[in-house]
């Protein structure tokens, strides 16, 4: 399975930045997709994730200015899920790694910067 992820960059603070993150590969339907965060010297951290049914998840610190989403088609989830950042701060600075998880395999993107500056 392969992740490509698009978006990220430099924002100031109280900017808004798009993320998204397209898989390919044997992919079972049942999976959960979601974004984590990591900074240097720490633990990789949940931002979001989203089941191929839909349900959401979010890690605390997101709550209420982060949105995962996935593309849906004929009511049959795609491999490709957005995470929409609004009301950035300078703590949101991290790379951004996009996941996807089935009962086979559990993958990784190479990671993408987001920097949110003061």
């Known amino acids: 399975v392969q992740l490509v992820e698009s978006g990220g960059g430099l924002v100031q603070a109280g900017g808004s930045l798009r993320l998204s993150c397209a898989a390919s590969?044997?992919?079972?339907?049942?999976?959960?997709m979601g974004w984590y965060r990591q900074v240097p010297g720490t633990e990789r951290e949940l931002v979001a994730s989203i089941t191929d049914r839909g349900v959401r998840n979010y890690g605390d610190s997101v709550k209420g200015r982060f949105t995962i989403s996935r593309d849906f088609a004929k009511g049959v989830a795609k491999d490709t899920v957005h995470l929409q950042m609004n009301s950035l701060e300078p703590e949101d600075t991290a790379i951004y790694y996009c996941?996807?998880?089935?009962?086979?395999?559990?993958?990784w993107g190479q990671g993408t910067q987001v920097t949110v500056s003061s």
């Open positions: 996941n996807l998880r089935d009962r086979i395999v559990n993958s």
């Open positions: 590969g044997n992919i079972f339907s049942t999976n959960v």
